[in-house]
């Protein structure tokens, strides 16, 4: 079946524009999270959707924000982007809430110049 | 302050060998743990997972080793395959947070025929 899918691959915005992000999960997947790889902090937890509803939330300013349609399918929007928001955006769905094994995607790319 | 650790950033080991990956967490909410290997412009695989009610979890050619006490798990690779030269990240999780993924900085496995 079809992995966990994210678009774009690659992405590259100036300093304060915005930017949505999509991923769709594997097909009867329900929950959707979301996390920032950067070199210096590793894999860091952004926020879960479950029943399009967010379930959890990590330590990111309001900037980054999020949601979940029926279909599962989730988008991730970082407005007012910094240079700091340069990193990997990695989605992974799971069959249940709780992402125990979750399944990721090859993430987006986003640079900000 | 990171919860997750891998204290080596690196690991070389021959064809054949074991290979002995370390993670250690400071969070006793802990109780879930799970390890993934990234591949360079791949998005994180989910290899094995153990819940804190066990010490052990075998999967083929890998096995996670839980110590509660000593906050302590490690995941062995024998033997080891060139196929299996990636980054590893150890990950944990609390049932009172779920969703909430907390992933250390990797540690990148190579073994050398």
């Known amino acids: 079946k079809a992995g966990v899918t994210q678009t774009p691959r690659y992405l590259i915005k100036t300093r304060g524009q915005q930017v949505t992000l999509s991923c769709s999960p594997i097909s009867g997947h329900r929950s959707v999270s979301w996390y920032q790889q950067t070199p210096g902090q590793g894999l860091q937890f952004l926020f879960e959707y479950f029943s399009e509803t967010q379930r959890n939330k990590g330590n990111f300013p309001g900037r980054f924000s999020g949601r979940q349609f029926s279909n599962s399918r989730s988008e991730m929007n970082v407005s007012t982007l910094e240079l700091g928001d340069s990193a990997l955006y990695l989605c992974a769905s799971s069959r249940i809430q709780g992402n125990t094994e979750a399944f990721f995607g090859q993430g987006t790319r986003l640079t900000v110049v | 302050d990171q919860q997750v650790k891998q204290n080596s950033p690196s690991l070389s080991v021959q064809e054949g060998r074991i290979s002995i990956l370390n993670c250690d967490y400071t969070n006793s909410m802990f109780d879930y743990f799970l390890w993934y290997k990234k591949y360079p412009a791949e998005g994180p695989t989910f290899l094995i997972s153990?819940?804190?009610?066990?010490d052990k979890n075998e999967d083929g050619r890998f096995t996670v080793f839980l110590n509660k006490s000593a906050k302590h798990l490690s995941l062995h690779i024998v033997p080891s395959q060139p196929g299996d030269s990636a980054v590893y990240f150890c990950?944990?999780?609390?049932?009172?947070?779920?969703?909430?993924?907390?992933f250390g900085k990797g540690t990148k496995l190579s073994v050398k025929p």
């Open positions: 153990i819940s804190s009610i066990k």
């Open positions: 990950a944990a999780m609390s049932s009172g947070s779920q969703g909430n993924l907390i």
